[in-house]
């Protein structure tokens, strides 16, 4: 593989896995310094709104520089916050107070990275050598991977090391993704600036912004793609957040919960892994509909709780769907987004999916509270049935090849200057 792919894939992966282990080393560090349950739900809740504003508004930023620049810089202000702590550990001591802060800055850089990584993408085609269905499948494997890794890593590190010395590892990781990603040549983060849809000279930010918002609202492909995502992230975080912890704490056998979670992450690993061998061939509307109905099956398999093993059987189905689905999404985002508006779109795209994930964990509260953990599991999964209506009626969805209807989706997001 060529340096290109490499370096991107590579940073890519040590970015994920210093998020996936903080996730779970974070709050156990808190949790550690200051005693109090609430303290590690306060740190959780006050960085959600910042991530989501900084992943609406930061979008501009990233559609203005140099995207490599972008997510560099993203990466080193997660190191930073997370690297602060062990400082002020030695020199003052921690309290709930800095970790609100750090988490805060923190926050910064974590939707926005994402959103720079995401519009890197198709540079990265194009000057590596590489297919978009090859590239999107190994980072849906990597991806997986990460989400392996990354619990049985913090959970190691938290039992070998102490909390300071897990936080220096988890800023290390975010570090070493930044300097990977300066392998990259410099040109390829690049922004092309061609078309109609390029408005970006002589307009202040907001006018920016509102462009992007609305291209994005004005691409039934688009529209219709980002509902999908929104739904299964609603979906995901409602039944892995609440619902099946319930359902493992009712059966007398809570430690199932990671194993399912792990069932997921390997069906997303062989997913991942067949788009990338196989996802250049046979029709794109295929493949979308194998992920779709997939994606489908799994989550109604896991919403029955019929039984554990069944759980464990819908949860890899789930995965390997997610994987073929998430791919294939991905390719033709690339195709499909335009390039100069890559951050403004894709930045409210990560926003929303940032925000939809407590939305479902709230929802399945109230509906476990109201209705029982099985309505509750029917009730959250009828939600993907909605997506799957829609998935298989949108119009813009019936021709997914390469290249298909691409001028007649950007003659209808031009974007008026008046």
Known sequence: MKL??????????????????????????VLQVTGSVLGAGAVAAATAIPAVLAGLLMGVVIDRINRRTSSVVTDLISA???????????????NLGW?????????????????????????????????????MGLRETLGALA??????????????????????????????????TLLLPHRVGEIVRTGKLDTSEGRNSWAQL????????GSPFLVATTILSLAIVVVL???????????????????????????????????????????????????FLVGLLGTTLGLGIIASLAAIWLVFTGAFVLGLASGLFGSLIGVLMIERIPEQMRGRIMGTQNALMTAAAPLGIVAA??????????????????????????????????????????????????????
């Open 4 to 29: 290109v792919p490499a370096a991107y894939l590579a940073s890519y992966l040590l970015s994920l896995l210093g998020n996936s282990i903080a996730s779970i080393a974070l709050p156990l560090i």
């Open 80 to 94: 930073a916050a997370i690297a602060a702590l062990p400082v002020i550990d030695m020199t003052t001591g921690l």
């Open 99 to 135: 970790f609100i802060l750090m988490g805060i800055i923190g926050s910064l850089g974590d939707v926005p990275g994402m959103t720079a990584r995401d519009a890197l993408l198709p540079a990265i085609v194009r000057h590596g050598g590489i297919t978009s269905e090859r590239l």
């Open 147 to 180: 989400l392996l890794a990354g619990p049985a890593a913090a959970g190691t590190l938290m039992t070998i090391f102490d909390g300071s010395t897990v936080l220096w590892i988890t800023a290390a990781t975010s570090l070493a993704a930044a300097l990977i």
């Open 210 to 217: 509102r462009d992007g918002w609305r291209v994005l609202l």
């Open 237 to 287: 975080a409602a039944l892995q957040g609440l619902i099946l912890p319930v359902y493992f704490t009712y059966e007398e056998q809570p430690g199932m919960l990671g194993f399912v979670l792990t069932a997921i992450a390997l069906g997303t690993l062989v997913g991942g892994t067949a788009y990338a061998v196989a996802g250049a061939r046979g029709r794109r509307r295929t493949w």
């Open 365 to 418: 509260a109230l509906l476990i509270e109201f209705t029982g953990m099985n309505a509750a599991a029917l009730a959250i999964c009828s939600v993907w049935l909605i997506a799957l209506v829609i998935g298989l009626a949108a119009q813009s969805l019936r021709n997914l090849e390469p290249g298909a209807a691409l001028a007649h989706e950007e003659e209808r997001v031009v974007v008026d200057d008046a």
